[in-house]
């Protein structure tokens, strides 16, 4: 009777065995499945906390300086060594030649704020000013002669004030400036039709876009009156999108449009 009940106990125990080391199996393959069905990457949008997103580049080991080459490998040579989405190709000087017209100064603002397709700082939004000077600095200097970094340009180019100028006659000076710049509204519709992307059809007539400073081309639209012209651009008119494709407020919308009109006439 023993007998029969200790054997009973072993086959139990035997049987709870393999079932166990069958469930531990299936666990196991379900797992290896999971992990093969995995995806490979996750998307990741501009602006939103994507926890694992790839830290900006270090800096060089020499001297501590910022990194600018590194940077635009790992960043902007997907699009400025191919020429992706109309950006022009380091080192192509045909393409940068009206760019850098404009000065450094403006290519690095350019570089912080977007233009047309770029969206700012290149799509990461971790890079710091510095970097960003340092990455436009490396990807110009085969076509113009780089600033000092840090703001040197603007030093440079500043001369100096005659003795005995008031501190009155700066500051009416800088107001007539601001004012020029920002028309009625107080934004600064210049900064703005690079920053929303406007520039990208407006400087070069893409698509029967009326170019920047085309009097001609801008005379029957000026006749129609500015209301009409916000209107336009707030709904959208002929192959331009509503707002450009862009998400400006109504006020950058019609700073945008008072500047362009202002440089028309």
Same mark, same amino acid.
């Given at each position: ?9 072993l086959v139990a125990l035997g ?62 040579? &997907?699009?400025? $060594?191919?020429?992706? *989405? #109309? %950006? ?5 000087? @045909?393409?940068? =030649?009206?760019?850098? !017209? ?53 030093? &440079?180019?500043? $001369?100096?004030?005659? *003795? #005995? %100028? ?5 500051? @009416?000076?800088? =107001?007539?400036?601001? !004012?020029?710049a920002s028309g009625a509204s ?80």
């Amino acid at each position: 009777m023993k007998v029969k009940l200790i054997m009973s106990g072993l086959v139990a125990l035997g049987v709870m065995a393999s079932t166990s080391s069958v469930y531990a199996q299936d666990d196991a393959a379900r797992a290896a499945i999971a992990e093969r069905l995995a995806p490979v990457g996750q998307l990741c949008l501009q602006g939103q906390d994507c926890g694992t997103a790839a830290a900006p580049p270090a800096a060089a080991s020499s001297g501590g300086d910022i990194d600018g080459e590194g940077i635009y490998n790992s960043i902007c040579m &997907a699009c400025h $060594e191919t020429g992706a *989405a #109309g %950006a022009p190709i380091r080192g192509d000087e @045909a393409a940068w =030649a009206q760019r850098i !017209e404009q000065g450094f100064a403006t290519l690095l603002e350019h570089s912080i704020n977007g233009i047309g397709a770029m969206p700012a700082r290149g799509g990461n939004p971790n890079l710091s000013d510095e970097e960003m000077e340092a990455v436009t600095a490396y990807m110009v200097e085969p076509v113009m002669d780089v600033p000092a970094l840090g703001g040197g340009e603007e030093e &440079a180019a500043a $001369e100096p004030m005659e *003795a #005995g %100028a008031s501190d009155d006659m700066v500051a @009416a000076d800088d =107001a007539s400036t601001e !004012e020029a710049a920002s028309g009625a509204s107080g934004l600064d519709g210049e900064a703005l039709y690079s920053s929303v992307g406007c520039v990208a059809c407006h400087a070069a007539g893409v698509a029967g876009a009326p170019m920047i400073g085309d009097a001609d081309a801008w005379a029957p639209r000026i006749e129609q009156g500015v209301d009409a012209l916000y209107q336009s651009v707030f709904n959208g008119k002929g192959v331009m999108p509503p707002r450009g494709g862009s998400s400006a407020s109504d006020e950058e919308i019609m700073a945008v449009v008072d500047y362009m009109v202002a440089e028309a006439e």
